[in-house]
Structure formats: C-alpha cells, structure tokens
C-alpha cells in the first residue's frame, strides 16, 4: 500500500473538506447528528466558518481523500483539553491505518497547541471502537452522555475516553 499522508486543511480548503463529509455522510449517515441533505445545502460562508471553528485534517493515499477527523476545544475549565471528533475513513481504508494516521496527527496537533490531553467520545456498545482507542492509549473516563444518535452498534450512551499528551498522566477535569 501506498503512504497514508495526514495534513491539516486551511480554511481555503473548504471545498475537499465538504467533498469528504459529504462522502462520510452519505457511507455512515448513522455515525453522525448531521444529515446528507442538511450539509449538502450548506452555502460556501458556513463551509469557511467550520473550518476557522475547528482544525481538520485530512487522511490521503496518493492524492486521493481516504478519511476524515476534527480536533477542537473539549470546553474543560483549564482549556487544556482538546476533543477528537467526525473520525471517519472510506470503507475500502479501513484497517489500513488510516485512523491511526489521523489520531497521532490529531494528539500531535494537541500537543502543539500546548494541550495536555485529548478526548474522544466513542459509544459504550462499539468494542471495536473502544478497543481501538484503548489500544491507542486513551482510558476511559466516568464521563458519560446519551447518543445523539443511537444505533445497534454504538448503544444509547457514549464514554468520553482520554490520551494524555504529556508527563501528566492524570485524568483532566471534564
């Protein structure tokens, strides 16, 4: 296989990230709130604005798009804290590396930017998704919320699980 390149997208690059959310939408519209639709008929100023709100990086092999994630402020009281979200990587690059790639760079860009941990909520019935980011490093947490969209796969409740980026190998305070 060729070489998975993860970069992160500038807000002038908002058209290759709508190509590959809308693409993400339309394979697994259960892994996300949004709908196809809604996105589709986003206008080109909110597109922009998505892009200042939160970092984007995107996974490619040989030029083309294979996957997907977003790193943004997890909202704790220290501001030390970033969340990994919208991970999502075509089904023909799945477990390829693809969203390894795309965490270190997202934990990378965290580390970067000075934060000391980084979230990544993952439904509490997805052993496979929990196995992934527990294999990766991330501990679960006594944080909880409802899905904001159930599904078989993922249950009714998600589990914030936490990589520490730096010596600190405490849990922050969520």
């Known amino acids: 296989m060729s ?7 500038g807000e002038d690059e908002w058209e290759q990230y709508r190509s590959v959310r809308l693409a993400a939408l339309e394979e ?4 996300f709130v949004a709908t ?10 909110l597109w922009r604005r998505r892009m200042s709100r939160s970092r984007r990086l995107l996974a490619e092999v040989d ?4 996957g997907v994630a ?4 997890a909202g704790d009281e220290s501001g030390t804290v970033s969340q990994l979200f919208g991970l999502w990587v075509r089904p023909s690059s799945r477990g390829s590396g693809v969203a390894s790639r795309l965490v270190q760079a997202g934990a990378d860009a965290a580390r970067e930017q000075g934060q000391t941990h980084l979230v990544y909520w993952v439904g509490t019935e997805n052993g496979r998704a929990v196995a992934f980011a527990s294999g990766f490093g991330f ?3 006594d944080q909880r919320r409802p899905m904001r969209v159930v599904s078989d796969e993922d249950g009714h409740e998600e589990i914030a699980m936490v990589l520490p980026l730096g010596a600190d190998r405490g849990m922050p305070v969520l």
């Open 70 to 73: 977003s790193l943004g402020p």
């Open 139 to 141: 501990r679960p947490t």
């Open 28 to 31: 697994s519209p259960e892994a």
């Open 63 to 66: 030029g083309e798009a294979v």
């Open 36 to 45: 196809l639709e809604e996105e589709r008929g986003f206008d080109e100023q």
């Open 3 to 9: 070489e998975i390149t993860v970069r992160g997208l």
